[in-house]
């Protein structure tokens, strides 16, 4: 009995194992948007290599403060000489060996250096700030290219579905004809021309899945991830009829100046590099610190007449402590100040210019891109009404076809206008919502 209920046990969590794997395999095999922007940036190398700098920015602000804690630092000696030496006293006696040791423990704490250290800190946050907006920026510039690379697989996808309709639509045209060919009701020639357009489709849909599998490594290369023979991606529901973009440039820009970590970092970059010329001036300004030492010593010579006193006598005996008061006053350190002024206001105008040349790029871009975003709403607009059109003129031709009023070459010309009417249209949907993505990130609002 006992025997049957552990089987009974083991049967049961194997099921529930099975279960949870089928579950996990499927999770794995069917990924969504969200999830291959996650995998991407965690795996990219850009944006790894941008978070390793951003910590190396945390690191020099936590340097920069603790500059300002007190330091503590212990130093021992012990010496061993041949020949004449040294007592604690000061006097010169013989000995064939001397030893000394001595051992000094001392703290000081900056008390003003003009400054400097606190525009250093400041100086050094702002760097960090403007880091963390770097690896955001990353991340979205990630993200981007993950939507887009997304979109095209979804696009390949559409038109596999496409090509795999139209060679449908072409088999059963195929077998009518060679129904009739078979019967002698139509010349051949009726007959071969079908049948090569229904080869067309045929090649149509190799083309097709081999455009699906280059887009899908494509998307998997990009997340840094090995390709998966069955990977497949959640559709999305795509608005055949999206609306005009509702921003114009000059919203955007407004808003991409206050919301884009691109611009921020370089903002951030300024305020550091006019923190920094702050910093350097401050070294003009004397160093005021306060320091608090101890230090004792020992010597094995003897002292005048008497023997040698014991270690620990002369530890205690010889300690000395007691605080200072530091002032160090930079008159003429080879100019160093002066030129480390000098770079640092050069730091300052390569920043501000890169701030500029930022903005200036950041405008044109954004009014090519949205110029684009015309272009294909335009664009799709057109193919919206050339499907509608083609598919009247081929319905048309379809029923004069079947009723043998015109030939198959005339049908064959309404069909393959038709099917690439229809390719473009689907072409036309994914680039207008690639061009309005890119317009999204441009103001800090990518959405799946």
């Known amino acids: 009995m006992f025997f049957k209920k552990i089987s009974l046990v083991l049967l049961i969590l194997s099921a529930a194992i099975s279960v949870n794997a089928q579950q996990q395999t499927q999770l794995d095999s069917v990924l969504t948007l969200q999830q291959c922007v996650n995998i991407a940036i965690i795996n990219n190398l850009s944006v ?35 020949g004449r030496g040294t007592n604690t006293s000061g006097v010169t006696v013989s000995a064939s060996q001397s030893k000394f040791a001595q051992f000094s423990l001392n703290s000081n704490i900056l008390l003003s250096n003009g400054l400097s250290a606190i525009n250093s800190i400041r100086q050094n946050s702002l760097a960090y700030q403007a880091g963390k907006m770097d690896f955001q920026e990353v991340k979205n510039e990630t993200t981007l290219t993950i939507i887009s690379f997304y979109f095209i697989v979804l696009n390949s996808e ?74 497949r991606l959640e559709r999305l529901q795509a608005n055949n009829s999206p609306g005009l973009y509702p921003s114009n440039p000059d919203e955007i820009y407004s808003a991409a100046l206050s919301s884009l970590a691109l611009v921020k970092a370089s903002d951030l970059r300024v305020k550091s590099a006019e923190k920094e010329v702050s910093a350097a001036k401050g070294k003009y300004y004397p160093t005021l610190s306060l320091g608090y030492g101890t230090s004792t010593q020992y010597s094995n010579l003897p002292n005048g007449n008497e023997p040698p006193a014991s270690f620990s006598s002369q530890f205690k005996d010889n300690r000395l402590y007691g605080p ?82 015109i030939t198959s070459d005339i049908f064959i010309i309404a069909k393959n206008n038709l099917d690439a009417a229809n390719v473009n249209l689907i072409n036309a949907r994914y680039d207008y919502l690639i061009r309005t993505k890119i317009l999204d990130y441009y103001q800090g609002k990518l959405s799946f």
């Open 48 to 82: 790894k290599k941008s978070e390793t700098q951003m910590l190396r920015d945390k690191i020099s602000w936590d340097q920069a403060r603790e500059y300002l804690l007190p330091n503590l630092n212990g130093q021992a000696g012990y010496n061993i000489t041949y």
């Open 158 to 231: 559409d038109q596999l579905s496409q090509a795999r309709l139209q060679f449908d639509a072409s088999k059963v045209n195929l077998d009518r004809e060679k129904n009739l060919n078979d019967a002698g009701s139509i010349a051949p020639a009726e007959y071969y021309n079908i049948k090569g357009v229904h080869s067309t489709d045929q090649i149509n849909i190799y083309n097709a899945q081999t455009a699906v599998l280059t887009a899908k490594i494509n998307l998997l290369e990009a997340m840094n991830v090995a390709y998966k023979k069955d990977i």
């Open 324 to 405: 200072s008061l530091n002032l160090q006053v930079p008159f003429l350190n080879y100019f160093q100040s002066r030129n480390n002024v000098r770079r640092a206001k050069l730091d300052l105008l390569d920043a501000q210019n890169n701030n500029s040349s930022t903005q200036i790029q950041l405008k044109q871009q954004i009014e090519q891109a949205h110029a684009n975003m015309n272009n294909a709403y335009d664009r799709l607009q057109i193919l919206n009404d050339q499907v509608v059109t083609y598919q009247s003129l081929y319905d048309a031709q379809k029923t004069k076809f079947d009723a043998g009023v």
